[in-house]
Structure formats: structure tokens, C-alpha cells
């Protein structure tokens, strides 16, 4: 275990440890440091930040990892019902850029059942390589063996880095496998690239509520693991023809094991489409004032053949399910068109939407953040906006 403390005799009561720590875990007591340690998570800011060397982090000394046998690059390509889902070729896409750079090879690992085809084609989308486990017990994600199955995968071939969907599988799976192998994990990145000299990944991502972007890096495990959100990269090209060398593994059957079952899968009933697919999304906030005004947003979309999307306080308020929740803790969207009707447009959500080409405002404050990232602003009562904008759009779409 790591400890840190402090050498009183050697504080000079300067306040800099203070500045420094992030967490609020630092205070002066009689001119002295006291390291609130329920607060204090050991980033060490503060002992960089101390001039007088008075506080001392001490890290146990583990057995160090040899990290040399570790190589290439590889994207778990999440399936479902058999199909490739398109953040697998989001990842590809990165993922090729990143093994061009480090002069290693683009590996994906598939896990599914009666994926053989589906597996020699991701060469057409930049895979060097494949590894493929296919089995029954593998048709549709479960943690256990999903987990025990890459993981004997990153025991035996080493890669450097890993990338996987922020997806509920890949955040399901990777934590696991990140804990079992002892890798560095970095949660929701929107920007990877590699320190070439170094051999690290580079791996950037809100922090603070959004308030600062941090690069981070794991400097002393491998692989180094990252998940990446839905619609933050560009898709890899698809190259037709080009061949990938699929490694078949078969495992024992215990490896296959589940603490689990999957009884069902129950698709969610909607009477518009998918947020993170449509190319025209109207999203609703507590704005909106009642689940029944939040239901015009529906008829809104459906005349633009759009989706309906929601800040968290809707969501929270039960006035639409959380799959159409869009933000830092929802989905992240990039359609042509965002109507953000009754949203205040705080950081947290604007993180999840701002890409979006156009993105249209309707809120009653002309203050309200939204506006600084709205391409057009409406100011005006939802109730009174909505309502012209389904009659106006229904005229001129003749609907
Ligand atoms: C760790 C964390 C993660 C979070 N993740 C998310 C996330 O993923 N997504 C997300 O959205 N939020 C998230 N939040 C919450 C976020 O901070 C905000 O609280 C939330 O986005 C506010 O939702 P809102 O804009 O609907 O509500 P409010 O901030 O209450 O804004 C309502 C807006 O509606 C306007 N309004 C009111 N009445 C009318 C009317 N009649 N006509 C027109 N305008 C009107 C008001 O002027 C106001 O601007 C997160 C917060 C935290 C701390």
C-alpha cells in the first residue's frame, strides 16, 4: 500500500500543497499541512508542488513489469446478433493510425459464434491480423466468459495498447480485464495518439466535470487500455479485398463458464429511431415542463424524421427512458441537425452534442449557455416554439 506524510519540522506552512491538490484534501492547522486522508487519492500533485520537500509519497514497491514483450495494437470489435457494430470500425480506424505510428500491427479480436466470414473481413477495414474465439457460450456478450477469454488472449500475445467501445459491453469487459491483467485503463477518451520514443499511448479525456482535457498515460503497465466513445472517431475506410491473417483459438470448456445467464435480450420500444444513428435529433430538458409538453418533442421528430434526445434532468425527471439521454454520463451525438428545446446547455451536456453540425436553441433565458454554442438561437416559451415549429414544418414538408 501507498502512504504519504508529512514532515512537519520541514513545512514552512507555505500553502503551495494546498494550491496544488485538486481533491480539497490539504489544510493548514497552527501553520502546518494535514492530509485529509479520506479525501487524498496519492496523485502526488502535492509533493511536486512542495519546495521544501515535507511531504513524502511512499509507493510500495511491487515486482516491475518487463514491458518489452509487449506489441501491437488491438481493437475488441464488439458484435451483436452476430454483426459488427460500426464503434468497431470507429476503432479501427484510430487503432491503424496509432499501429502505423508505432510501426506495429492492427490486431482485432472477435468473440462471438459462427463469425468466421464476419472475422476475415475486418482485414477490408485495416486489421493486419484477427484473433477470433468462437464459440456458443460466445454469441452474445457475458462478462465471465468474455472476460476469462481476452484475457488468456492478452496473456499469451502481449499487445501494447487495447481500444474498446465506451459501450455498456466494453465498459462491462475491458474494467474486468484491465483488474485481471493489471493494465492501465483510461475511461471515455475523445483523442488518442502515441508517444513514439516512449511507446505510450496518449490518451485524452474530460476531466472535471469536462472543465480541462487530461492526457493520460500508464507509463509502468501493459497494455495500455482505453475506451473510446460511439461517434468520436472517424470510421475506418473499407478497403474491399484487402486480407487479414485470422488466428482461430479454441479454449477449455471451463473458460466458457458463466455466473450468469442470458435468459432474453428485449429491444427497447420506440417510436422513434435510435439518437446515436439519426441524423436529426430533438432533444428536450426540464424546460419542457411536463412529460406531456416533453411528448410534442416526439411529434417534432417525427415530422423531421429525426429522434428524440433529453439532457439528464429529464431523463432523471421520467419523462423519457436513459437510452436517449445524451451527455458525459449518456451518449455522445453528431447528427446534421440538434433542436435543444428547454436545456440550459450546462458543460455536462454540451460534451455529448456540440460536434453536431447545426444545433438550434429554444430556451426562454437569452443568457442560458446554450447559446454560445447554438448555430441558431430561438428565444421564446418551448410551449409556444414547439407547437409552430411541428405546424410549420408540417407545411413546408407537406406532411
Ligand atoms: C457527473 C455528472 C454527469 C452528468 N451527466 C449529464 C449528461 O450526461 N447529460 C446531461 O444532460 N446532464 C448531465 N449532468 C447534469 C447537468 O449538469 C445538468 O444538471 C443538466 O444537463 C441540466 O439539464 P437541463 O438543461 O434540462 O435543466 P436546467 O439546467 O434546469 O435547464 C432548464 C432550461 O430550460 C429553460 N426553460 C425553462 N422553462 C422554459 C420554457 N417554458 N421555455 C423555454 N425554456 C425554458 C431554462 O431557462 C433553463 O435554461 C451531469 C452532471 C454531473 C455532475
Known amino acids: 500500500m501507498a502512504s504519504i ?27 502546518k499541512a ?17 519546495k521544501f520537500s515535507a ?9 516491475k513489469k518487463d514491458l518489452t514483450p509487449y506489441k501491437d495494437v488491438w481493437v ?38 459462427n463469425m468466421k466470414e464476419a472475422a476475415a473481413k475486418l482485414g477490408e477495414r485495416g486489421a493486419d491480423k ?66 513514439v520514443k516512449e511507446r505510450l499511448l496518449l490518451q485524452t479525456r474530460p476531466a472535471f466535470g469536462g472543465n ?11 497494455p495500455q487500455m482505453a475506451t473510446v466513445r460511439h461517434k468520436v472517431m472517424k470510421e475506418a475506410e473499407l478497403q474491399p479485398g484487402r486480407l487479414a491473417e485470422v488466428v482461430t483459438k479454441s479454449y477449455p470448456e471451463e473458460t466458457y463458464a458463466s455466473r450468469t445467464r442470458l435468459l432474453d435480450m428485449v429491444e427497447e420500444l420506440s417510436a422513434t429511431m435510435n ?41 432523471d425527471a421520467d419523462w423519457i427512458p436513459y437510452s436517449h439521454q445524451v451527455g458525459q454520463t449518456g451518449k455522445t451525438v453528431v447528427p446534421k441537425l440538434y433542436i435543444a428545446c428547454g436545456i440550459s446547455g450546462q458543460i455536462q451536456h454540451l460534451i455529448g452534442m456540440q460536434s453536431s453540425k447545426t444545433i438550434v436553441a429554444v430556451n426562454k433565458d437569452p443568457d442560458a449557455p446554450i447559446f454560445k454554442v447554438a448555430t441558431y438561437g430561438i428565444v421564446g416559451d418551448v410551449n409556444e416554439i414547439v407547437p409552430a415549429l411541428i405546424k410549420e414544418f408540417k407545411r413546408a414538408l407537406n406532411k
Not at 55 to 63: C, H, Q, R, V
Not at 212 to 222: G, K, V
Not at 282 to 296: T, Y
Open 5 to 31: 506524510k508529512v514532515h512537519l519540522e520541514k513545512c514552512t506552512g507555505c500553502t503551495l500543497c494546498v494550491k496544488a491538490c485538486a481533491f480539497g484534501a490539504i489544510h493548514m492547522a497552527d501553520r
Open 34 to 50: 494535514v492530509i485529509d486522508m479520506a479525501k487524498c487519492t496519492l496523485c502526488g500533485a502535492c509533493v511536486a508542488a512542495c
Open 55 to 63: 511531504i513524502e509519497l511512499e509507493k510500495a514497491a511491487g515486482p
Open 76 to 113: 475488441f470489435c464488439e458484435q451483436k446478433k452476430g454483426v459488427i457494430q460500426s464503434i468497431s470500425y470507429e476503432l479501427l480506424g484510430e487503432g491503424r493510425k496509432l499501429a502505423d505510428k508505432l510501426g506495429v500491427k492492427l490486431c482485432a479480436v472477435l468473440l462471438g459464434h
Open 130 to 195: 484477427v484473433y477470433l474465439a468462437d464459440h456458443p457460450a460466445l454469441k452474445a456478450y457475458q462478462d465471465d466468459p468474455y472476460t476469462a477469454v481476452l484475457v488468456n488472449l492478452v496473456e499469451e500475445y502481449k499487445p501494447e495498447a487495447i481500444l474498446c467501445g465506451a459501450t455498456v459491453i466494453g465498459r462491462s469487459l475491458i474494467s474486468r480485464v484491465a483488474i485481471k491483467t493489471n493494465a492501465g485503463l483510461t475511461a471515455d477518451c475523445t483523442g488518442l495518439d502515441v508517444d
Open 212 to 222: 480541462i482535457m487530461a492526457t493520460i498515460i500508464a507509463p509502468n503497465h501493459r
Open 275 to 315: 439518437i446515436s444513428e439519426a441524423d436529426i435529433i430533438v432533444a428536450g430538458g426540464r424546460g419542457m415542463g411536463s412529460k406531456e409538453n416533453f411528448a410534442q418533442l416526439e411529434e417534432l421528430a417525427k415530422v423531421l424524421g429525426g429522434a428524440v434526445g433529453a439532457s439528464r434532468s429529464a431523463v
